[in-house]
């Protein structure tokens, strides 16, 4: 059970380990596909530093995994917390956003399309 944001994000970080460990790739490696310092990897593999949703679907496909692997059930993981709704109009979100790049933008709204489904 994760009572805080830390400790949520400490078990992000310790699946992208054993992820990157599995695929055999190393922190420089991953650091240098996505344009990261090596220090950015290890910060984000203890959940010192939250990667963003479109750095943790980047991560993802760099090392074949599905993205949902790397986060926590937060059904089991947060029982405090209402089932989320996906009756939230999300694209909101995204469109509200200002600064957002297309890239992200788009990788954005084809992660809220999926999990909509």
Known sequence: MFINNNEFYQEIGSRIRNARNLAN???D?????LGLTRASIINIEKGRHKPSLH??????????VNYISL?????????HETAFSTSIDLNNIV????????PTKE??????QSIQK
């Open 25 to 27: 790739v190393s922190q």
């Open 29 to 33: 490696d991953l650091a240098i596909r």
């Open 55 to 64: 750095v943790l679907l980047e991560i993802a496909s760099m090392l074949m």
């Open 71 to 79: 986060i926590p059930d937060s059904t089991s993981s947060f029982p």
């Open 95 to 102: 469109s509200d956003q200002p600064g957002m790049d297309n």
């Open 107 to 112: 990788t954005v709204e084809r992660f809220i």
